[in-house]
């Protein structure tokens, strides 16, 4: 899975040249692979992911009656305790629920348009208990939006496009960023036939970029030459994977990234994992055209609008 998964370098592509010219190549070579990328480079601060995991953790340690008060179902804004998602329906599946548990926050750039912010532009619930979280979090969000903005520009510039096509398709973007939380397996017990951490899925989106902790019920990604296999793991780096839309809009040239979280091992019956998630979509209304080929892989994919796309999405998942 190593060489599925290609490293490359933020920083050199900024550089320009040759040296832009090879991270291009690798991130096209890469992603028609597997649809993930190791992201070097990335500019987010090193000390901020651990300092929003940290005080996640103080949030999920509290009482779930506490918890409760910031309970919502998938795609709100809040807890989303366990047993409300399994991910494996998004490819047809019927599995068990996830061995999760989630706190979201999303995009709250209100348009005044009531149907589309009741959907897409909720108002995040932060709570009083862990009042650090706030701040933290959304600073980490506001260095993943820039990152994410140029991650879509390197795109662009991989397949040698003219211009970055994504510049007025974001503008007021919707975003969910999820902390899961993956409790050791002395609490959840033992897990139910074919059930995950997280179940077999692609993202939605765009773009997804994660901060893990690795582990042994870990991230694992799926590539049709090597099937299911650990996803490498780079301190330095950030896990970068594209969603169903930003492979729609590449005319499948590149796979929406598959994966999976195992759930906890036996021979690790403590583990105890939080991982950060960002999800970057377009915005609401974006209309998405997907490439022809010689560029795209298939010709005649119709386009689509980006909230409709998604919603179709996040709703097969809800286990309500």
């Known amino acids: 899975m190593s060489d599925a998964i290609a490293t490359v370098d933020l920083a050199r592509w900024r550089c320009g040249g040759s040296d832009a010219a090879e991270v291009c190549r690798a991130v096209d070579e890469g992603l028609r692979r597997a649809g993930f ?25 509290l009482p779930e009656r506490v918890k409760q008060r910031y309970a919502v179902g998938v795609g709100g804004r809040g807890w989303i305790g366990p047993g409300r ?29 009531a149907a589309v912010d009741e959907v897409w ?20 969000t506001d260095a993943m939006r820039v990152l994410s903005d140029e ?37 959840v017990g033992t897990p139910e036939p074919g059930q995950f951490r997280i179940g077999p899925h692609t993202d939605f989106g765009t773009v997804t970029v994660l901060d893990r902790e690795p582990g042994a019920g870990g991230l694992q990604v799926y590539t049709e030459a090597g099937g299911w296999a650990d996803a490498p793991y780079d301190p330095e780096a950030l896990t970068v994977n594209i969603g169903d839309l930003l492979a729609h809009w590449s005319g499948l040239r590149w796979p929406s990234g598959r994966h999976r979280v195992l759930p906890p091992q036996q021979r690790a019956p403590e583990e105890d994992l939080v991982s950060l998630i960002y999800f970057y979509e377009l915005d609401h209304d974006a209309r998405v055209t997907p490439l022809e080929p010689p560029i795209g892989r298939v010709s005649g994919l119709p386009p689509v609008i980006s909230a409709e796309f998604l919603r179709i999405r996040l709703d097969a998942i809800a286990l309500e």
Not at 94 to 105: N, R
């Open 85 to 113: 998602e399994a991910n494996g329906y998004a490819e047809g599946t019927a599995t068990p629920p996830d061995l999760k548990e989630t706190f979201a926050v999303g995009a709250d750039t209100r348009t005044g348009d």
């Open 37 to 61: 990328l190791l992201v070097r480079g990335h500019g987010v601060p090193a000390e901020l992911p651990g300092a929003v995991r940290a005080a996640a953790r103080r949030f999920f340690a």
């Open 121 to 140: 532009f909720l108002p995040n619930a932060w709570p009083d208990e862990v009042a650090e979280l706030r701040e933290l979090l959304i600073a980490y």
């Open 151 to 187: 991650l879509l520009a390197l795109f662009a510039a991989a397949l040698a496009l003219p211009s970055n096509p994504f510049g007025h398709l974001a503008t007021r973007p919707t975003w969910t960023c999820n902390i899961n939380h993956y409790p050791p397996l002395t609490e």
